[in-house]
């Protein structure tokens, strides 16, 4: 069945659908990575966004197991990719991209000229669209709803028992940051983003701010929970919208960007440092002032653009990129060592 892949300037691509046939909007944006669709599927970053994956074969290894996923769902509102194999063949797939894409209710086109629609992405900035079939809707922004509300734990979760506790507020986080917690023998409580620990009496010796979608002014639970967190000098490590959170805790100006990182080739330089590290990243918003009390750590070799933050004195620090990877490279794993040790 075909289907167009309507921009909100007008522009129209008529593709062939091998999801399912359901009308949706979203903002349209661009990931660079080859391979990780089932992660970035699954990433609860992209809730609400119609993904165009710029790699030209997606779908030939399936779809893995459920407890490989970084959500328990499907998060993007639909997909766009240049050419879809519907044969997979891998040894860990358990059905075809297509098949999964149906069973979830998520719309996919095959539209041939994908690098004219990433050429525009990139020069025009990420824009609004809609996916329509036979049911006609009207464009619809995403920033404009509190995302980490919609996939972030309704009540609180604990993982592990180790003997250090740390507290993880879930603005949509991606299930291999909490693997890479349990590797490091920690006990960790995951907990709504508007959660505050201290009026529940949670004791912890640490806490991570996770990724998650969209707008990080849009949580300002989570912002002054993180303002009392950082007031009392406890360990804090904050990963993608925990970066921008903590950058705004603590004082600091968050931006929409042009078009974002996505992908899993960014590159990022240690700043003082010739050190070089390859990223996963997905993101529209960036840290534009960097709090009082706190240098930039990092930094976008292809833009400029801030890639964490850490005081000067205190154990609190942030980046904009994912140390925990899945998929994509492992350069940065030895961030969460940095934060054990600071509890």
Known sequence: MQAKLILKDGTEYIGESFGANVSKPGEVVFATGMVGYPESLTDPSYRGQILVLSYPLI?????????????????????????????????????????????????ALEIKDTRELVLRIREKGAILGKMEFDRKVDFLDPNLRNLAAEVCVKKPKIFGAGKKTVILLDCGVKQNIIRELLKRKVK????????????????????????GP???????????????IIGKKIPTFGICLGNQILALSAGGDTAKMKFGHRGQNQPVQLIGTKKCFLTTQNHGFEVKKVPAGFRPWFVNLNDGTNEGIIHKSLPLFSVQFHPEACPGPTDTAWLFDKFIDKL
Request: proline share 8%.
């Open 59 to 107: 779908g030939n290894y399936g779809v893995p197991d459920k407890k490989t996923w970084e959500s328990g769902k499907i998060q993007v509102a639909g997909l766009v990719v240049s050419g879809y194999i519907d044969t997979p063949s891998h040894h860990a797939s358990k059905m075809s991209l297509g098949q999964w894409l149906k069973q979830e209710k998520v719309p």
């Open 214 to 228: 969209g707008n990080p002014k849009m949580c300002g639970p989570t912002i002054e929970t993180v303002k009392k």
């Open 188 to 211: 960790v409580v995951v907990v709504p983003w508007d959660f505050d620990p201290f009026v529940k009496k949670i004791k912890f010796h640490g806490a991570l701010i996770s990724n």
